[in-house]
């Protein structure tokens, strides 16, 4: 079969990836290497989708009104513990102003909605249980192989999995390191107090965050080092040290569902080689601590749209190398900055060193103080200036 995109995966970005190119009339192969029975992640993880994001999935998906009962994050408040037992520093990001920053959404709810509209495109062709075992990239297309021997004809193959070990198959460097750290996700409902505030406490055990997706159910992430007793505690006890951390933010709290994830850092040289271009986690794979991995794929799924209807609007080939390779520089800054950047803001925030510690907490209170380089902060993660120069 020939298909002018061919998609591996079956996440969040890989499904966004494909509405969009069926929207503008492309045709779109997406290959998952689940059973169909199995698509919906069976997972509590939840995503802070900011408003930039949100403006551009409502401008592409006008009918939907999945964001509508997730209540507006108006305000991120994050706070520092002392090591040496004085007041934690803090700073809030648009307390006050009441700016929509945007919205926390479960990543079921998003993949349920993404699954909808990509059954009502006719110019997608869903392959579920495969996955690619040769990749072979010719000089104007790509020639995949999968496990159960069809053979797929593509002009631009997206890889949007790290399953499979595909990266193996594509000549991509990859920087990886093991973050020795596993994260807790645990859903709570009773008495969020403020459901419009996403929270996030530094513990010397590592970064505590409270993100509400409705008036009074929150997911909270915390995480840890690998070897950390609390990844060990049973429910009832780490509930007990959860409430006593969030005491100003949440009350009669019930914890509804506990999950724990590896942190792997992964961060993709380069997005593009050949015929073939990288979407979504394995070209960075990031720490939640800022809470920007999946905002930063859908920059890169909103370029790449772009560049590919505009560049084909003027007469250019689907995997013309110089569009390519412009949409790959564009995106180098901003993914380099987040993925470096939120490695070293883990590293600074959970160390147990007097002097870092106090570095840090002068430098929050040096941005609290600034109202200048607040907005400055909250302009780069909202996401705004970006959509606005596509």
């Known amino acids: 079969m020939k298909y002018e995109f061919t998609i591996f995966g079956f996440g969040i970005s890989a499904k966004i990836t494909s509405c969009l190119l069926a929207r503008n009339?492309?045709?779109?192969?997406?290959?998952?290497?689940?059973?169909?029975?199995?698509?919906?992640?069976?997972?509590?993880?939840?995503?802070f989708l900011s408003r930039g994001s949100l403006n551009y999935l409502s401008s592409m998906f006008p009918k939907t009104k999945q964001f509508e009962e997730h209540p507006e994050i108006d305000s991120i408040h994050c706070e520092l513990n002392s090591l040496r037992g004085n007041k934690p520093q803090s700073i809030k990001f648009n307390d006050g102003e009441k700016q929509n920053l945007g919205k926390i959404v479960k990543n079921t709810d998003l993949e349920k909605y993404l699954d909808q509209e990509i059954g009502q495109l006719r110019n997608i062709n869903i392959i579920?249980?495969?996955?690619p075992s040769m990749v072979e990239n010719k000089k104007d297309?790509?020639?995949?192989?999968?496990?159960?021997?069809?053979?797929?004809?593509?002009?631009?193959?997206?890889?949007?999995?790290?399953?499979?070990?595909?990266?193996d198959l594509i000549s991509i460097d990859f920087i990886k390191k093991d973050?020795?750290?596993?994260?807790?996700?645990?859903?709570?409902?009773?008495?969020?107090?403020?459901?419009?505030?996403?929270?996030?406490?530094?513990?010397?055990?590592?970064?505590?965050?409270?993100?509400?997706y409705s008036k009074n159910e929150a997911s909270i992430v915390w995480s840890l080092k690998r070897d950390s007793k609390l990844l060990h505690?049973?429910?009832?006890?780490?509930?007990?040290?959860?409430?006593?951390?969030?005491?100003?933010q949440v009350s009669s709290i019930k914890m509804t569902s506990n999950e724990k994830h590896k942190l792997q850092f992964v961060y993709a040289?380069?997005?593009?080689?050949?015929?073939?271009?990288?979407?979504?986690?394995?070209?960075?794979?990031?720490?939640?601590?800022?809470?920007?991995?999946?905002?930063?794929?859908?920059?890169?799924?909103?370029?790449?749209?772009?560049?590919?209807?505009?560049y084909k609007s003027l007469g250019y080939k689907l995997n013309d190398q110089m569009?390519?390779?412009?949409?790959?520089?564009?995106?180098?800054?901003?993914?380099?900055?987040?993925?470096?950047?939120?490695?070293?803001?883990?590293?600074i925030f959970s160390s147990n060193n007097n002097f870092v510690n106090y570095t840090a907490r002068t430098g929050l209170g040096l941005v609290e103080k600034i109202k200048n380089l607040k907005q400055l902060f909250i302009r780069s993660a909202t996401g705004e200036d970006f959509y606005k120069a596509l």
């Open 25 to 47: 009339g492309f045709s779109v192969c997406l290959i998952s290497d689940k059973d169909q029975k199995q698509e919906i992640s069976n997972t509590n993880l939840v995503t």
């Open 128 to 131: 579920h249980g495969s996955y």
């Open 141 to 167: 297309e790509i020639k995949l192989k999968l496990n159960n021997g069809e053979e797929i004809d593509t002009d631009l193959f997206i890889v949007s999995s790290t399953k499979n070990n595909l990266a």
């Open 179 to 212: 973050l020795k750290k596993s994260a807790i996700s645990i859903d709570i409902n009773g008495d969020i107090k403020n459901a419009n505030c996403a929270f996030q406490k530094f513990t010397s055990d590592g970064p505590l965050a409270l993100l509400p």
């Open 233 to 248: 505690k049973d429910n009832e006890e780490l509930l007990q040290i959860i409430t006593k951390h969030l005491s100003e």
């Open 269 to 310: 040289k380069n997005l593009v080689y050949k015929n073939t271009v990288l979407l979504g986690n394995i070209a960075h794979n990031i720490h939640p601590i800022a809470g920007q991995g999946l905002n930063l794929s859908i920059k890169d799924i909103a370029l790449f749209v772009n560049q590919i209807k505009k």
């Open 323 to 347: 569009v390519l390779e412009e949409f790959e520089m564009k995106r180098k800054i901003d993914n380099t900055a987040y993925s470096f950047g939120t490695f070293l803001l883990d590293d």
